[in-house]
Nanobody, 117 residues
Framework: QVQLVESGGGLVQPGGSLRLSCAAS????????MGWYRQAPGKQRELVAV???????NYADSVKGRFTIFRDNAKNTVYLQMNSLKPDDTADYYC???????????WGQGTQVTVSS
């Protein structure tokens, strides 16, 4: 059974930092493209950052220079370091594991991030 368990969300003031974690079980996450998505109230889910199996990364323009995605293969965990947070970053953040060639696409349950003073 595949599980992606997110943690690390919470309430933070503008300009603050949070680190989200996505612990994977049932898969070897280093074989997958691991991504972080977010969905704000009334908006569509959007890609925030992705780290591919080869280690390359891509970021949404809105978070470039502020967010960093990285993985710890020994812990089978992917992280999203979020700095200089803004109120617009407020959303539910979801972890995703995707391996297109074998048709695998898994989601975590989400963790809430609120940026507010």
């Amino acid at each position: 059974q595949v599980q992606l368990v997110e943690s690390g969300g919470g309430l933070v003031q503008p300009g603050g930092s949070l680190r989200l974690s996505c612990a994977a079980s049932g898969i070897m996450s280093n074989m997958y493209a691991m991504g972080w998505y977010r969905q704000a109230p009334g908006k569509q889910r959007e890609l925030v950052a992705v780290i591919n199996s080869g280690g390359s990364t891509n970021y949404a323009d809105s978070v470039k220079g502020r967010f960093t995605i990285f993985r710890d293969n020994a812990k089978n965990t992917v992280y999203l370091q979020m700095n200089s947070l803004k109120p617009d970053d407020t959303a539910d953040y979801y972890c995703n594991a995707r391996w297109v060639l074998v048709g695998h696409n898994y989601w975590g349950q989400g963790t809430q991030v609120t940026v507010s003073s």
